[in-house]
């Protein structure tokens, strides 16, 4: 069964930084093109950054030259380092592959202050 672990969220002000951390069980990442999403009150989830296991890499227009996603295969983990964090980022980050598994993780919180 997977399993997804996200960590790393916390309050920031803007213009701060965070790194949130996804643990994968078993090797499922190293096969998959995972992906980070968020989701905002009210608001659906949505899609902000993906990396396929070849290492190519897609953002979202809305995060696009401030988050970068990278993985470590080897640790069968999934990073999301974002900068320049606005109030608008404020949101519970999940990861998932892409497409998505049906199990989620609990997912991170992410506050950004103005």
């Known amino acids: 069964q997977v399993q997804l672990g996200e960590s790393g969220g916390g309050l920031v002000r803007a213009g701060g930084s965070l790194r949130l951390s996804c643990a994968a069980s078993g090797s499922i990442l190293s096969k998959n093109t995972m992906a980070w999403y968020r989701q905002a009150p009210g608001k659906q989830r949505e899609l902000v950054a993906r990396i396929t296991s070849g290492g190519s890499t897609n953002y979202a227009d809305s995060v696009k030259g401030r988050f970068t996603i990278s993985r470590d295969n080897a640790k069968n983990t999934v990073y999301l380092q974002m900068n320049s964090l606005k109030p608008e980022d404020t949101a519970v980050y999940y990861c998932?592959?892409?497409?998505?598994?049906?199990?989620w993780g609990q997912g991170t919180q992410v506050t950004v202050s103005s």
């Open positions: 998932n592959a892409d497409p998505e598994f049906a199990t």
